[in-house]
Every structure is written in structure tokens, then in C-alpha cells.
């Protein structure tokens, strides 16, 4: 029951992150990613689980997660160089390091939220 109740809050907070993307300059890329994970959720809150479905898309952003934090202005430069500035300060993103800091996240939130189901199947 846990599993559904969990499922069902990142599948509707994934849709919410893809809405919230729409305006961006890369949202093809953004609500893509976001809608993948929400319906992998969605399919999970059904009992539908696709392992082999969830390692593709797990190491897809997690890779894309690695070159957000090695690259220039991205989360490694965000700790070193900036020194952790506050990444919520604004809902917008004036600076390419808060921009790339939050995919990471993103991207390690949907992660992990998919590695949960891979192991529930």
C-alpha cells in the first residue's frame, strides 16, 4: 500500500515538473524526461513494473546527471566556486549553475524513485 501511496505522489509531482518545464528553451527535453518517470510511476501504482525498462532510463539520467556535475558551471563548480549559493532564492534561474544544480537533482530525485520500483519488481 506504501508502494501505491508513494508511486501515485511522483507520479503527479513528476506531471507537475514537466508542466512547470513547458516554458523553458529545452523543454522537449525536460517534459520528456519528467513524463517518462511520471508514467513509469503511474504504471508501478497499477503493479506494472518494466525492470529492464527502469536500468535504461535509470542509467540514461544518471549519466546525464554526472556530465550536469562535472560540467562547466554545473554542480561541482556550484559547491566549489560559488561556495553552495542558495539555489531557491528565486524560482528563476538567472545563473547557469543554479539551472544545472537543479536537473541534478532532478534527475537523482527521479533516480531514485525509479530504483525503488526496479527493486519492488
Not at 545563473?95 to 520500483?117: C, M, Q, V
Request: net charge positive.
Amino acid at each position: 500500500m506504501l508502494l501505491i501511496i508513494l508511486n501515485v505522489f511522483f507520479f503527479l509531482a513528476f506531471l507537475a515538473f514537466a508542466y512547470v518545464n513547458l516554458n523553458d528553451n529545452d523543454a522537449w527535453l525536460w517534459v520528456s524526461i519528467y513524463t517518462v518517470a511520471a508514467i513509469c510511476c503511474g504504471m508501478a501504482a497499477l503493479h506494472k513494473y518494466y525492470p529492464t525498462v527502469y536500468l535504461v532510463i535509470i542509467s540514461f539520467y544518471l549519466i546525464y546527471a554526472l556530465t550536469l556535475f562535472f560540467a562547466k558551471d554545473g554542480v561541482r563548480d556550484w559547491i566549489t566556486k560559488y561556495k553552495k549559493e542558495s539555489l531557491v532564492q528565486t524560482m528563476q534561474a538567472t545563473k547557469p549553475y543554479i539551472e544545472k544544480t537543479r536537473e541534478f537533482f532532478g534527475l537523482l530525485i527521479i533516480s531514485a524513485a525509479l530504483t525503488i520500483n526496479y527493486f519492488a519488481a
